[in-house]
């Protein structure tokens, strides 16, 4: 159960700042530390946010710490790791990243922490399985960023297509954070009618879809080629995790979440509906595919899967 609304951040680079100061701007929590293995970085992030309290929504204790500020919190937040070099392989940056969260996730334990995890670092899938072996917590409580990202890239597209509110867009990308990622437009809703129905009544050409899908995937590259990194949107999206959890929502959610024979899968995180409140990940959403979806589900899988077992040999 939520304690302090105290939340620690692990990693105090672009997408974890954002997160930082989304929340010192939208309020709900009472303790926020930064952990950074430069602690001067951290400590200039967390006099820089100090700064702004006066002109934030509520008060929040701000500084930078160590681990063993863990032992209390509410929620670590883990946005450490390395970014994908030019020519280098996901699956060397998640040999790479593993090393990297093995040893953050022990700290944390070792500090006696007994609240929910939260990570971000990519490859978020195979980060987020890597801190629920290394901790050995309930699946439940180890959950990963998923696809909430790239869920909100895509009802941003269809709402600007469709000229309807995002907040009635009830359409999902699932799988894999990555390129093997897709939507189950069968199940994809504006308010409460079928989105293809929709688009059929207005004439719209349905491969307009897939066009939707390729800009949600290519998303991402289109940022980093224009500005470098993306941060703002998952640093938004990690606040809108966090407040669920903090204010026991019971929101549906594409988490990164734990498979025990879910979608016919089990031992892997990957990007799922998933109810999400105070203890965590509570439920699994299993939405009916149909065979061209579950076939691109396992696809994903199978990816995940294989990397996995590289990840076991660094961590085991």
Avoid at 19 to 31: D, K, P
Avoid at 248 to 263: F, H, K, Q, R, V
Wanted: glycine residues 8%.
């Amino acid at each position: 159960m939520i304690n302090k609304r105290k939340i620690v951040l692990v990693g105090t680079g672009f997408v974890g700042m954002s997160m930082a100061y989304s929340l010192l701007n939208q309020g709900g929590i009472n303790e926020l530390v930064l952990i950074d293995v430069v602690k001067e970085k951290a400590e200039g992030e967390a006099m820089d946010l100090a700064h702004g309290i006066s002109c934030a929504p509520s008060k929040i204790d701000i500084k930078a710490g160590d681990y063993s500020d863990c032992k209390d919190a509410d929620i670590v937040v883990i946005t450490a790791g390395l970014a994908q070099k030019p020519g280098q392989t996901r699956l060397d940056l998640a040999k790479a990243n593993a090393k990297i969260m093995k040893e953050i996730t022990l700290n944390v334990v070792n500090s006696g922490f007994n609240g929910i995890f939260l990570v971000a670092s990519n490859p978020v899938d195979l980060m987020t399985y890597v801190v629920y072996k290394v901790s050995g917590f309930d699946k439940s409580r180890v959950i990963g960023s998923g696809t909430v990202l790239d869920t909100s890239r895509l009802r941003y597209l269809i709402a600007k297509k469709l000229n309807v509110s995002t907040k009635n867009i009830h359409a999902y990308i699932m799988g894999e954070h990555g390129d093997s990622s897709f939507v189950p437009w069968n199940k994809a809703y504006i308010g409460c009618k079928i989105l293809t129905d929709i688009f059929k009544e207005r004439n719209e050409d349905l491969n307009i879809l897939n066009d939707i899908y390729n800009e949600v995937q290519q998303a991402a590259y289109e940022i980093i080629e224009k500005k470098r990194a993306t941060y703002y949107a998952i640093g938004l999206a990690l606040t809108k995790i966090i407040k669920a959890i903090m204010n026991d929502e019971n929101e549906i959610m594409t988490l990164s979440t734990y498979l025990n024979g879910e979608y016919g899968h089990s031992g892997i995180y990957i990007g799922v509906p998933t109810i999400l409140n105070s203890e965590g990940a509570r439920e699994v959403l299993c939405l009916k595919l149909t065979e061209e979806e579950q076939a691109k589900f396992d696809n994903s899988a199978k990816i995940l899967g294989e990397m996995k077992k590289e990840i076991d040999e660094i961590i085991n």
